[in-house]
């Protein structure tokens, strides 16, 4: 597991990955895909009385935009009768 960070939420300034999703413009559910399959490398971690959270910098958002640039659109779904 990544290395997570001890600071305290007051300390942290960023956001969270569904606000950093829609700052790139994409769903939560495919940042964590890119993540998963190591296209974007994961943000910084925290720990809140045992729940992770990852703060999303600027930088990481950059990255995440630049990723989003070079990927191709998936197929349209096709229409139900």
């Known amino acids: 597991m990544a ?21 790139v413009g994409v769903s939560k559910r495919t940042l964590l895909e890119w993540i998963y399959r190591g296209l974007l490398k994961e943000p910084t971690k925290l720990e809140v009385m045992g729940t992770v959270w990852r703060i999303w910098k600027n930088d990481d958002v950059s990255r995440a935009r630049k990723i989003k640039g070079t990927m191709k659109r998936g197929p349209k779904p096709k229409k139900r009768k």
Do not use: D, F, H, L
């Open 3 to 23: 290395r997570i960070s001890s600071i305290p939420v007051e300390a942290m300034s960023g956001y969270n990955t569904t606000q950093a999703a829609k700052k």
